[in-house]
């Protein structure tokens, strides 16, 4: 059926609208069959037509006849009304702006309306991961997330794949928003586990890992400083560097030697996965990684990043823990580690550093390598020399 000749129709959006919290979202209704919309009333509106969201009237918006808590948030796109078509923008989308809208357009011999639904979801807390108990040989692990709309999945995933939730209990506060928690007894050397929380959609997941067990402790592998790469204020023994900001050693030329607070080890790798550990005691500000051997070592104000050839792991006293790659990343550490494991995977693009404390993983870097790469340790002192030695860990014997 058409409408007859000189008539239109409002065709909306054909479905609901998703938006998470935060976001933009974006309303688009046109007339049908094509009509010039330039001299009409367009309203968009929520609920009912005087809860006003947005007015274009006289050829200009009514910025004075919105709601006031659409007010500085819409942007109307008239790009388009000689052709029928009106787009409103709705800016930092909040989860009460949730609910019926509509857009209605009116001529002076007619007007018409179109409805939909606008749904805003949320983004709950990263999942927090930790041992609730060791139970006939397993390690019992509890997830805990909150702030989420509408009701989250939740997957543990290990090694071999997805595995069921032990249990989950999920919980509604005052606000609507769901917190979830989940279970999971696995064996003690199960490697790395994680815990996901996804969106009903799968738009959007949050996923938390920790590595359970000693598999990686049979490959640690041993890593030495090179003295002639290390910056004269720190002093190296095989596997243990000292600081001091008062005393500079002096030192033979080398064009290995970095003019920053750093070092690097004598070994360098090229492909495979390797694995050692730092011990870097309670020292207050370091970083520690990998950099690429033909990085700038002269320089003193090369900015640390995958651009420049590092890739770092760092703390910033007071527990500001985070990871240095393409960008400075904020990480959150639960139990701050005095000794950290580093896995770099060559070909698989990927280092990873774990708190050896409470065998959690902290962060993993993305990069596909290129050249050779050497593990880094750095110092940020000021006026203080380091409360302990940092080292890498000797391997144990067989």
Request: glycine residues 8%; contains cysteine; charged residues 25%.
């Amino acid at each position: 059926m058409f409408p007859p000749t000189g008539q239109w129709k409002v065709i909306g959006p054909n479905k609901s609208i998703r938006v998470l919290a935060g976001e933009t979202a974006t309303f688009s209704c046109f007339l049908s069959p094509e009509t010039s919309a330039e001299a009409m009333e367009v309203r968009f509106f929520k609920d009912q037509l005087y809860a006003v969201v947005h007015l274009y009237r006289d050829r200009k918006d009514q910025e004075n006849m919105k709601m006031p808590q659409y007010q500085r948030r819409t942007e109307f796109v008239r790009d388009s009304l000689d052709k029928g078509r009106a787009i409103l923008r709705l800016e930092k989308v909040t989860p009460s702006d949730a609910g019926l809208y509509g857009c209605w357009f009116s001529s002076q011999s007619q007007e018409e309306e179109a409805f939909w639904e606008l749904e805003v979801t949320e983004l709950g807390s990263t999942p927090l991961i930790s041992v609730m108990e060791y139970v006939d040989g397993g390690i019992q692990l509890l997830c805990q997330t909150s702030g989420w709309f509408p009701e989250p999945i939740v997957r543990w995933k290990g090694p071999e794949g997805p595995n069921l939730p032990l249990d989950t209990k999920v919980k509604e506060d005052m606000h609507g928003r769901f917190d979830v928690e989940t279970s999971l007894t696995v064996q003690d050397n199960s490697g790395s586990v994680s815990c996901s929380v996804q969106l009903p959609d799968q738009s959007q997941e949050v996923e938390s890992r920790v590595w359970v067990g000693g598999k990686m402790q049979t490959d640690l592998e041993k890593v030495t400083l090179d003295p002639d790469s290390a910056h004269p204020h720190i002093y190296t023994s095989d596997l243990k560097v000292e600081s001091s900001m008062t005393i500079a050693q002096e030192v033979a030329f080398s064009e290995k030697r970095f003019r920053r607070t750093c070092v690097v080890a004598s070994e360098g790798f090229q492909n495979g996965k390797h694995y050692w550990e730092v011990d870097v005691g309670f020292n207050k500000r370091w970083y520690l990684g990998v950099c690429r051997d033909d990085v700038d070592r002269k320089g003193t104000n090369v900015k640390l990043s995958s651009n420049s050839g590092y890739w770092v792991l760092g703390l910033w006293t007071a527990q500001q823990y985070f990871t240095v790659g393409v960008n400075r990343e904020s990480v959150s550490v639960k139990t701050p580690p005095s000794r950290v494991g580093v896995f770099l995977d060559y070909e698989g693009g990927s280092i990873s550093f774990f708190n050896i404390n409470d065998q959690s993983l902290i962060s993993t870097l993305k990069h596909q390598f290129e050249g050779l790469l050497r593990p880094y340790i750095q110092f940020q002192i000021h006026g203080e020399d380091l409360l302990n030695p940092i080292s890498f860990c000797p391997v144990p014997p067989k």
